[in-house]
């Protein structure tokens, strides 16, 4: 197991968070340990959700028998297709019942590298997101083929999340294209991704939805990061990656994932992209902010 943030319950009180994990190889050793995870949570009246890949509920459903139909199964390669929507997912469940018992596999196997990454930065930042919850537990399955060892990565959630939001993102590849881009270039910036996205089948609908989480990227650029930004645009893993670079800096580790205030500043446009986009990635440090779109080309 990888680590347990709070006791038992004692006397019928909710504990706190409790977030662990466990490797699995096969089907049978993933029903082996989440089969009776679920039963005990079923047992004692715990609302029990299961965010898992197709295969994984069919395995775990066929197990449980008629128990399955008090677990409420989503798909993780839909709803957490973007990592970054996980945190919101649990605490709008978490907000609807007192005590929630849950499966995530968020770094499930065929990722790429990239999704990977935000997959185990995102195991990092629930600890941070959820450290003052009661009544939530959380536990993550990893396929052994995946390579991860959850132990490895996090020892210290904390340190980890820091440490990741604080460290720039992979450079930006030579063939990549570049514009640099004021306020007055908005609209040029978006009709030349709008043809990039185009140009190498981006659906209609999916264009649109990039185009305006680019806005807001590119707008956060103008209005905290100096006035001016760079975007660089590539293909790489099956998808449109639209990188915006400034010169700002963002204190909150977990922005984009808790959506801010009507009247809060800023943040709602780094929401707004993690909810059109299959993957956004956000870095920023001592004189750097970067904004990584990720959009599938299929």
């Given at each position: 197991?990888l680590?347990?943030?709070?006791?038992?319950?004692?006397?019928?009180?909710?504990?706190?968070?409790?977030?662990?994990?466990?490797?699995?190889?096969?089907?049978?050793?993933?029903?082996?340990f989440?089969?009776?995870?679920?039963?005990?949570?079923?047992?004692?009246?715990?609302?029990?959700?299961?965010?898992?890949?197709?295969?994984?509920?069919?395995?775990?459903?066929?197990a449980?028998?008629?128990?399955?139909?008090?677990?409420?199964?989503v798909?993780?390669?839909?709803?957490?297709?973007?990592?970054?929507?996980?945190?919101?997912?649990?605490?709008?469940?978490?907000n609807?019942?007192?005590?929630?018992?849950?499966?995530?596999?968020q770094?499930?196997?065929?990722?790429?590298?990239?999704?990977?990454?935000?997959?185990?930065?995102?195991?990092?930042?629930?600890?941070?997101?959820?450290?003052?919850?009661?009544?939530?537990r959380?536990?993550?399955?990893?396929?052994?083929?995946?390579?991860?060892?959850?132990?490895?990565?996090?020892?210290?959630?904390?340190?980890?999340?820091?440490?990741?939001?604080?460290?720039?993102?992979?450079?930006?590849?030579?063939?990549?294209?570049?514009?640099?881009f004021?306020?007055?270039?908005?609209?040029?910036?978006?009709?030349w991704?709008?043809?990039?996205?185009?140009?190498?089948g981006?659906?209609?609908?999916?264009?649109?939805?990039?185009?305006?989480?680019?806005?807001?990227?590119?707008?956060?650029?103008?209005?905290?990061?100096?006035?001016?930004?760079?975007?660089?645009?590539?293909?790489?893993?099956g998808?449109?990656?639209?990188?915006?670079?400034?010169?700002?800096?963002?204190?909150?580790?977990?922005?984009?994932?808790?959506?801010?205030?009507?009247?809060?500043?800023?943040?709602?446009g780094v929401?707004?992209?993690?909810?059109?986009?299959?993957?956004?990635?956000l870095?920023?440090?001592?004189?750097?902010?970067?904004?990584?779109?990720?959009?599938?080309?299929?």
């Open positions: 197991m680590k347990d943030s709070a006791t038992e319950s004692l006397d019928g009180v909710p504990a706190g968070f409790r977030h662990d994990a466990f490797v699995y190889t096969s089907d049978e050793e993933f029903v082996r989440a089969a009776p995870y679920v039963r005990d949570g079923l047992t004692v009246g715990e609302t029990v959700a299961a965010a898992l890949p197709p295969a994984r509920i069919a395995a775990l459903s066929d449980l028998g008629p128990d399955a139909g008090h677990v409420s199964f798909d993780i390669t839909v709803v957490g297709r973007n990592p970054a929507r996980l945190i919101p997912y649990w605490r709008d469940l978490l609807r019942h007192s005590v929630v018992r849950a499966l995530g596999e770094a499930y196997p065929g990722r790429t590298a990239a999704e990977y990454e935000e997959a185990l930065f995102h195991e990092a930042l629930t600890d941070i997101a959820f450290a003052d919850a009661t009544g939530f959380l536990r993550c399955p990893y396929e052994a083929s995946a390579g991860i060892d959850p132990t490895a990565n996090h020892s210290d959630p904390a340190a980890l999340a820091e440490k990741t939001f604080r460290t720039a993102l992979t450079v930006v590849p030579d063939r990549a294209e570049r514009w640099e004021r306020l007055a270039d908005l609209g040029q910036v978006r009709q991704v709008n043809a990039q996205a185009s140009s190498h981006v659906s209609r609908d999916r264009l649109d939805d990039l185009a305006l989480a680019l806005h807001e990227i590119c707008t956060n650029s103008i209005r905290f990061g100096g006035g001016r930004g760079t975007l660089s645009v590539w293909i790489a893993d998808s449109l990656i639209c990188d915006v670079a400034d010169e700002g800096l963002i204190d909150d580790l977990l922005v984009g994932r808790v959506l801010p205030p009507l009247d809060g500043l800023g943040g709602r929401w707004l992209a993690n909810q059109l986009c299959d993957l956004v990635q870095r920023s440090g001592d004189g750097f902010t970067q904004v990584r779109l990720h959009t599938r080309l299929r």
